[in-house]
Antibody, heavy 119, light 111 residues
Framework: EVQLVESGGGLVQPGGSLRLSCAAS????????MHWVRQAPGQGLVWVSR????????TYADSVKGRFTISRDNAENTLYLEMNSLRAEDTAVYYC????????????WGQGTLVTVSS | QSALTQPRSVSGSPGQSVTISCTGT?????????VSWYQQHPGKAPKLMIY???KRPSGVPDRFSGSKSGNTASLTISGLQAEDEADYSC???????????FGGGTKLTVL
């Protein structure tokens, strides 16, 4: 069974940093593109970032480019999101999600971790 | 402001059918057949219900169906059941720069 478990969320002041983790199990982690998607309170889902199987190709939404860094450790089956210069508008539940082998949909999601940016 | 436009809410009685629309552009929904629909109960992770416009993952009831015409995709739920009450979000592939765009979500109420 595919499992994705996020951790690392919490309360952080504006301008602060946080690192999220997503522990994967139940599949060959290195074979899949992995993504971060976030959802602000009462709002819709928004794509944040992605990394290919070995982490050599990464892409970011304009809203986080230059502030967030996605990475992965395939030996530990873990995806990361390093978040710096956090802003109030980064407040959201952050989900890690796996894109299917065909590359056409998010077929598995974690339960999410809440990041709150506030003074 | 989400990239894809969905109605904020829809409702229906048990046994009835409802359709939720998802309007994008010729850069996403209109050009790619990679439209998905996700069901999300409060405080829970999204669950894939429809992918590639009209395909159902195993385990999803055939009461759920998807379609697309031009820049608009639709999710239809027939034979509404109480457990269908949830938020439903659409998602489309949109190319290499911003690969995935989502709708703002539609709250389905089963009366």
């Amino acid at each position: 069974e595919v499992q994705l478990v996020e951790s690392g969320g919490g309360l952080v002041q504006p301008g602060g940093s946080l690192r999220l983790s997503c522990a994967a199990s139940g599949f060959t982690f290195s074979r899949y593109w992995m993504h971060w998607v976030r959802q602000a309170p009462g709002q819709g889902l928004v794509w944040v970032s992605r990394a290919d199987g070995d982490g050599s190709t990464t892409t970011y939404a304009d809203s986080v480019k230059g502030r967030f860094t996605i990475s992965r450790d395939n030996a530990e089956n873990t995806l990361y999101l390093e978040m710096n210069s956090l802003r109030a508008e980064d407040t959201a539940v952050y989900y890690c999600a796996r894109v299917s082998s065909a590359g056409t949909t998010f077929d598995s999601w974690g339960q999410g971790t809440l990041v709150t940016v506030s003074s | 402001q989400s990239a894809l436009t969905q109605p904020r809410s829809v409702s229906g009685s048990p046994g009835q059918s409802v359709t939720i629309s998802c309007t994008g552009t010729s850069s996403d929904v209109g050009v790619y057949n990679h439209v998905s629909w996700y069901q999300q109960h409060p405080g829970k992770a999204p669950k894939l219900m429809i992918y590639d416009v009209s395909k159902r993952p195993s385990g999803v009831p055939d009461r759920f169906s998807g379609s697309k015409s031009g820049n608009t995709a639709s999710l239809t739920i027939s034979g509404l059941q109480a457990e269908d009450e949830a938020d439903y979000s659409c998602c489309s592939y949109a190319g290499t720069y911003t690969p995935w765009v989502f709708g703002g979500g539609t709250k389905l109420t089963v009366l």
